[in-house]
């Protein structure tokens, strides 16, 4: 077996042509594609509970990675521990994803920001892509933040991380084949619209696929770029403008949202879904994991999220969760769908309508997920007997 479907069809009619395969008795549950979270940072070190309450006091979450917490504590966190170390901690974390019924990760790096701790980080994607039968995808994110040593240094130190991510960091990644995406946190106050151009048509050129953080909590026209660029997909939007809106309905670039960050950060705002998916913009949703602004492991919760806050039917959060989240990751013709000849990535639920994914909010309805047909969740599931 290859590991791809080979047909879809009534039951009746695929036992007759495919007598002697193997069978998974799935008990009339649901069986669908497996769910593909086209947005995390998995790779961290020390969880930041702190900052939750913070927030609670009202210090909002660009006001704490100004005073040196957010992102820039992760960073320090991050750099001082061994690829080891965070190999066994992200595992774990992978397999609690993997549990909610998700086959495909993407994972960025971000938390390094210097070469050594960012090819650190992205090897370690690597030894546990080798030790999961989850599908990851890894992104290079070098430019998650200006690193407070540069920033300490003003314009000039601005200019020097710049011209390190692209002339060393950017080379490195490339030329060990450790990513598969670029991003940038285009955001006001983190990386500008210019400078997010200058790094992302770098990592084209370097041969990597294209993706942003974009209009997160700020207009800045991000939205648009990440369409004139190609890329392959702009996070965020909940700030995207409705000149942004259009660029995404008329262009190529899958617009991701992230309802589970803003519901974390605590905003009453939300990325505009109905207007995006009304003006034609091919919408893909996904959990934002990680340790400042959104901590679930918990995909089914986003589609919840993504109904009652997105304004989403449960069909439109389930295509935003599987087919949109594999074109997301540039994979619209391998996973995130069944139908012959994608990869055989499934996830059972014990639920018998689709619209239970986003009702029962919060539970976990997965009783097993396969990747490339090979069990992934439970690991020691024992699914297959002979006929
Ligand atoms: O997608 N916005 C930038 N990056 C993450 C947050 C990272 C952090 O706070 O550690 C996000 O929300
Ligand atoms: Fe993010």
Redesign the pocket.
């Known amino acids: 077996m290859d590991g791809r479907i080979a047909a879809v069809g009534p039951q009746d009619a695929l036992e007759l042509r495919f007598a002697d395969a193997d069978r998974i008795d799935c008990g009339g549950r649901l069986l669908m594609p497996g769910l593909v979270d086209s947005?995390t940072?998995a790779i961290?070190g020390r969880p930041?509970f702190e900052?939750q309450e913070l927030r609670a006091m009202g210090l909002p979450?660009m006001e704490i990675?100004k005073r040196g917490g957010?992102?820039h504590?992760?960073v320090r966190d991050l750099r001082a521990r061994a690829e080891d170390e965070l190999v066994a901690l992200a595992l774990p974390r992978l397999r609690r994803i993997a549990s909610y019924g998700t086959t495909t990760v993407e994972v960025?790096s971000?938390?390094g920001l210097t070469v050594v701790d960012e090819l650190k980080t992205l090897r370690v994607i690597r030894r546990l892509q080798e030790l999961l039968p989850l599908r990851l995808v890894p992104t290079w994110?070098g430019a998650?933040?200006v690193p407070q040593e540069y920033r300490a240094r003003g314009d000039q130190g601005r200019a020097d991380y710049l011209r390190l991510l692209v002339h060393e960091m950017l080379p490195a990644v490339a030329a060990e084949g450790l990513a598969r995406f670029a991003d940038v946190?285009c955001?006001p106050g983190?990386y500008t619209v210019a400078e997010s151009r200058v790094l992302l048509e770098a990592a084209r050129v370097a041969g990597l696929g294209l993706k942003l953080?974009a209009d997160?909590?700020q207009t800045s026209g991000a939205a648009e770029l990440a369409v004139a660029l190609g890329a392959a997909s702009a996070?965020?939007l909940a700030a995207v403008s409705e000149d942004g809106v259009r660029a995404l309905a008329a262009g190529g670039t899958v617009a991701t949202l992230?309802p589970g960050?803003m519901l974390f950060?605590g905003s009453a705002r939300q990325a505009p879904a109905r207007a995006l998916i009304d003006a034609g913009a091919p919408v893909a949703l996904a959990s934002?994991f990680?340790?400042?602004?959104?901590p679930t492991v918990n995909f089914p919760l986003v589609l919840t999220l993504a109904v009652s806050q997105l304004r989403l039917t449960a069909a439109e959060a389930v295509v935003a969760g599987t087919v949109n989240g594999a074109a997301a990751l540039s994979l619209a013709g391998e996973t995130g769908q069944l139908a012959p000849g994608f990869s055989a990535d499934l996830a059972l639920f014990d639920a018998e309508d689709v619209r239970e994914l986003p009702y029962w909010y919060g539970d976990r309805l997965c009783r097993g997920t396969w990747v490339g047909g090979v069990a992934c969740h439970p690991f020691e599931a024992r699914f297959t007997s002979q006929p």
């Open positions: 947005h940072h961290f930041r900052e979450y990675a957010g992102i504590s992760s960025k971000g938390y994110l998650h933040e946190f955001e983190v953080h997160e909590l996070d965020h992230l960050t950060l934002d990680n340790p400042g602004t959104s």
